[in-house]
């Protein structure tokens, strides 16, 4: 499973070759980024000073799912990025939690100009209203109720949320295609549902989240905990995301990483064909 280089030729929801599907990280910083405002350790110097993959937007994903175009979180800047990264059409959004860093950016979608599918448990769905960040959206979004451990249907593929805890409601979701399964693990703490550790068993891929290397917290996974949960799991292969500037620099964190088996870190712009 290789960053693969987007064809000019081919839409980017295009499926050809062998591929299941195509996964790419528009984003895969936290919530302040890389650099961090008006920080000044050595990670953000670094990243201001070098740029390339140094550079981390706060976290955004888009799965190409054969003819369905899933988007996953929009954080303030998402017209930026999809702009950046040449996405040019969308069918639907799924949301994973309330936290600014992943929804704030989804009132740039009342300008989007196409109908799009919002994919929101029922209970987000009603916070967002409350606090005016759908109200653009009438005309645009077609919200479909997510309910955890409740599969969706698009075509071949099923898509089921499952709860993580976070401090607030917050959602990982299962893809399958077949016998292929690929597990998205936003912000999570390692305490896992007894749920959230069957669906990721022996999964093909899983995406989680790792704002940090080795320090623990109640709301996140680090680095070492995904390299944990992978082994525990039976899970085949690992992508590491939503990096902060507390963890090691991509150089850092990617030859860290190559001692172990199937093992990347994702960089902004990264396209994986799986």
């Given at each position: 499973?290789?960053p693969?280089?987007?064809?000019?030729?081919d839409?980017?929801?295009s499926r050809?070759g062998?591929?299941?599907?195509?996964i790419?990280?528009?984003?895969?910083?936290?919530?302040?980024?890389?650099?961090?405002?008006?920080?000044?350790?050595?990670?953000?110097?670094?990243?201001?000073?070098?740029?390339?993959?140094?550079i981390?937007?706060?976290?955004?994903?888009?799965?190409?799912?054969?003819?369905?175009?899933?988007?996953?979180?929009?954080?303030?800047?998402?017209?930026?990025?999809?702009?950046r990264?040449?996405?040019?059409?969308?069918?639907?959004?799924?949301?994973?939690?309330?936290?600014?860093?992943?929804?704030?950016?989804i009132?740039?979608?009342?300008?989007?100009g196409?109908?799009?599918?919002?994919?929101?448990?029922?209970?987000?769905?009603?916070?967002?209203?409350?606090?005016?960040?759908?109200?653009?959206?009438?005309?645009?979004?077609?919200?479909?109720?997510?309910?955890?451990?409740?599969?969706?249907?698009?075509d071949?593929?099923?898509?089921?949320?499952?709860?993580v805890?976070?401090?607030?409601?917050c959602?990982?979701?299962?893809?399958?295609?077949e016998?292929?399964?690929?597990?998205?693990?936003?912000?999570?703490?390692v305490?896992?549902?007894?749920?959230?550790r069957?669906?990721?068993?022996?999964?093909d891929?899983?995406?989680a989240?790792?704002?940090?290397?080795?320090?623990?917290?109640?709301?996140?996974?680090n680095?070492?905990?995904?390299?944990h949960?992978?082994?525990?799991?039976?899970?085949?292969?690992?992508?590491?995301?939503?990096?902060?500037?507390?963890?090691?620099?991509?150089?850092?964190?990617?030859?860290?990483?190559e001692?172990f088996?199937?093992?990347?870190v994702?960089?902004?712009?990264?396209?994986?064909?799986?």
């Open positions: 499973m290789a693969l280089q987007r064809h000019p030729k839409g980017f929801g050809y062998d591929a299941i599907m195509y790419h990280f528009l984003g895969t910083g936290a919530a302040e980024g890389i650099p961090a405002i008006n920080c000044r350790c050595a990670h953000c110097v670094r990243a201001r000073t070098q740029g390339g993959k140094l981390r937007e706060r976290n955004a994903i888009l799965f190409s799912l054969q003819d369905y175009e899933l988007l996953v979180d929009t954080p303030p800047h998402i017209g930026e990025l999809l702009a990264h040449g996405v040019e059409h969308i069918d639907g959004i799924f949301l994973t939690h309330e936290h600014y860093d992943h929804v704030n950016g009132v740039d979608f009342a300008y989007w196409e109908r799009v599918d919002l994919l929101v448990e029922q209970g987000l769905h009603q916070r967002l209203k409350r606090q005016g960040l759908l109200a653009g959206l009438k005309q645009v979004g077609f919200h479909l109720v997510c309910r955890q451990g409740v599969a969706v249907r698009f071949g593929f099923f898509i089921t949320p499952f709860a805890l976070h401090g607030v409601p959602f990982g979701l299962a893809i399958y295609y016998d292929f399964k690929v597990i998205y693990l936003s912000d999570s703490s305490e896992l549902t007894h749920q959230a069957c669906l990721i068993r022996g999964a891929l899983l995406i989240n790792t704002p940090f290397f080795d320090r623990s917290g109640n709301e996140h996974l680095v070492l905990d995904a390299l949960l992978k082994d525990d799991l039976g899970v085949k292969r690992l992508i590491l995301t939503h990096i902060n500037h507390h963890n090691r620099p991509h150089d850092e964190l990617e030859a860290y990483v001692e088996e199937n093992v990347q994702a960089y902004d712009g990264m396209l994986v064909k799986v």
